[in-house]
């Protein structure tokens, strides 16, 4: 049984690219930019605590609630289920696909041949089209091959795999939609990205977060192995982000935001974007020359330049958030 999708939608983030299969069967067509940007999935995270062999830095919003928000915003109905028994999360899967319907998953990458990562990763999507006797049929993003294939048992391995990010066997549908006002969605996307980032609840997150990881960074040779570091500048700018710890995607959504809702604020972010996401790759290159090289000074240089990121960032979301 396998659902065609010509041509299969092509992404660099995993859960815009099965947020985007999902709609393109819908009959939906937005850009990946524009799904990241109405998903209001923009952030930043500094985490660390004493479970941690190393801090772990996030630059968008936790797993699922991208989706979440981008249903909302495009009207759909979002039915999203977990369940911790294999063969009933299996059952449904395969009902929902026997009916014509593609299925988002979330799971632990690890355990997909295709990718072929020694790391764990729990807050992976795929989004599954087709299966048969003994394989799955997923479309991921481009990075990976985009179409692929996968043995029913690593598939359920990576849908039940626990640890950090993980779904209890998440799967999510998405339902008939409304028409939405799309110049009304994109304004109030931006404006509650932006109160996000500025009012964060605790302070290791949004241009709070960001202030941190430019203060504690400098200490990272520390904490422990210096591939820790390589592994942190990989996640950065290839991890699926996109290049620039997301902040690519968001700059193309401002841009196509601004054509859609014309206006001084959106023009002035986009601008401001623009300038500010290759900064960002220079973050990921310094702690990349950190880990070859064990040396301090890459680090003491990421940490002076977070501090201007996190200056930059807090100033547009400013301009967002308080509009025209």
Same mark, same amino acid.
């Given at each position: ?37 109405? =998903?209001?999935? /923009? $952030? ?8 941690? %062999?190393? !801090?772990? #830095?996030? *630059? ?106 993980? =779904?209890?066997? /998440? $799967? ?8 939405? %006002?799309? !110049?009304? #969605?994109? *304004? ?137």
């Amino acid at each position: 049984m396998l659902i065609d999708l010509v041509p299969p939608f092509e992404g660099r983030h995993s859960e815009t690219t099965t947020a985007g299969t999902l709609l393109r069967h819908a009959g939906v067509e937005k850009s990946e930019a524009v799904l990241f940007g109405l =998903g209001e999935a /923009l $952030s930043f995270v500094y985490w660390d605590s004493d479970s941690l %062999d190393f !801090p772990f #830095v996030g *630059g968008r919003v936790k797993p699922h609630l991208l989706t979440e928000k981008l249903a909302s915003a495009l009207g759909f109905t979002l039915d999203t289920r977990e369940t911790s028994a294999p063969i009933t999360a299996w059952s449904d899967v395969r009902r929902r696909l026997d009916d014509g319907t593609p299925v988002g998953l979330r799971l632990d990458s690890h355990h997909l041949d295709y990718v072929r990562s020694p790391y764990h990763f729990g807050g992976h999507y795929v989004a599954m089209v087709g299966y048969d006797e003994t394989h799955a049929y997923l479309v991921d993003t481009a990075d990976h091959g985009t179409r692929n294939r996968v043995t029913l048992d690593a598939l359920e391995r990576a849908r039940a795999a626990t640890g950090p990010m993980t =779904g209890h066997n /998440l $799967s999510y549908t998405l339902g008939p939609c409304a028409e939405p %006002d799309l !110049p009304y #969605v994109v *304004g109030e996307a931006v404006r509650a990205t932006a109160a996000a980032f500025l009012n964060p609840a605790i302070k290791n997150v949004g241009y709070r977060g960001i202030e941190k990881a430019a203060a504690l960074i400098p200490t990272w040779l520390e904490r422990g192995p210096t591939e820790q570091l390589t592994r942190t500048a990989n996640l950065m700018e290839r991890g699926g982000t996109g290049g620039a710890f997301f902040r690519n995607l968001y700059t193309e959504f401002l841009g196509e935001a601004r054509t859609i809702a014309p206006g001084r604020a959106l023009e002035s972010a986009h601008q401001a974007y623009a300038a500010l996401a290759p900064k960002w790759t220079e973050v990921a290159a310094l702690l990349a020359e950190a880990g070859e090289t064990g040396r301090q000074r890459p680090l003491d240089q990421a940490g002076a330049l977070l501090y201007d990121l996190a200056a930059r960032e807090r100033l547009a979301m400013e301009t967002l958030y308080e509009g025209d």
